[in-house]
C-alpha cells in the first residue's frame, strides 16, 4: 500500500496507509461515518484530509451516495488518464450499503460535442440479499 501511496505523490504516513487500507479491504464504497467506526484511532479531521488527498491524486472514487453525502471507493486502476474500473454500484435502502458490482461496466452514454466528460457514476437502488432474507 504504501508504494500506491508515494506512487501517486502522497506521502505514506500511518493514518493514510491505515485509511488506504481499510478503503482497500472493504471491497466496497465506504460513508465518512462508517470509515470513522472502523477507524476509532483517527479523528475525523484526518480521515477527511487523507480522503481528499486520495482524490486529488486519483486513489479513490467519490460516490454520490442517496441523500447520505458521499462515499469513498479505493481505484483499482491508479492511473490518471484513464479508468477501468467505473463500474455499476447498488444501493440497499434497507441497509444503507453501497454495492460494487465490478463485472458490470457503466453503459456507454452519447454525450452531445463541446462537453467533456471527467466522470461517471451509476447508481441501482433496491434491497440487497441479506435484508430480504432478514438477515440485516
Same mark, same amino acid.
Given at each position: 500500500? @504504501?508504494?500506491?501511496?508515494?506512487?501517486?505523490?502522497?506521502?505514506?504516513?500511518?493514518?493514510?496507509?491505515?485509511?488506504?487500507?481499510?478503503?482497500?479491504?472493504?471491497?466496497?464504497?465506504?460513508?465518512?461515518?462508517?470509515?470513522?467506526?472502523?477507524?476509532?484511532?483517527i479523528?475525523?479531521?484526518?480521515?477527511?484530509?487523507?480522503?481528499?488527498?486520495?482524490?486529488?491524486?486519483?486513489?479513490v472514487?467519490?460516490?454520490?451516495?442517496?441523500?447520505?453525502?458521499?462515499?469513498?471507493?479505493?481505484?483499482?486502476?491508479?492511473?490518471?488518464?484513464?479508468?477501468?474500473?467505473?463500474?455499476?454500484?447498488?444501493?440497499?435502502?434497507?441497509?444503507?450499503?453501497?454495492?460494487?458490482?465490478?463485472?458490470?461496466?457503466? !453503459?456507454?452514454? @452519447?454525450? !452531445?460535442?463541446?462537453?467533456?466528460?471527467?466522470?461517471?457514476?451509476?447508481?441501482?437502488?433496491?434491497?440487497?440479499?441479506?435484508?430480504?432474507?432478514?438477515?440485516?
Amino acid at each position: 500500500m @504504501e508504494k500506491i501511496l508515494l506512487e501517486h505523490g502522497v506521502k505514506a504516513t500511518a493514518n493514510r496507509l491505515m485509511i488506504a487500507r481499510t478503503l482497500a479491504d472493504a471491497h466496497r464504497p465506504l460513508s465518512m461515518t462508517e470509515l470513522e467506526d472502523m477507524l476509532e484511532t483517527i479523528d475525523k479531521s484526518n480521515i477527511f484530509r487523507a480522503l481528499q488527498a486520495f482524490k486529488e491524486a486519483h486513489l479513490v472514487h467519490v460516490l454520490e451516495d442517496t441523500g447520505e453525502g458521499v462515499r469513498y471507493e479505493f481505484c483499482h486502476s491508479h492511473t490518471e488518464g484513464h479508468d477501468d474500473d467505473l463500474h455499476v454500484h447498488f444501493y440497499c435502502e434497507n441497509c444503507h450499503k453501497t454495492y460494487c458490482f465490478e463485472d458490470t461496466p457503466i !453503459p456507454a452514454v @452519447e454525450i !452531445p460535442e463541446g462537453y467533456s466528460v471527467t466522470g461517471a457514476s451509476y447508481l441501482v437502488k433496491g434491497v440487497c440479499p441479506e435484508c430480504r432474507k432478514g438477515s440485516c
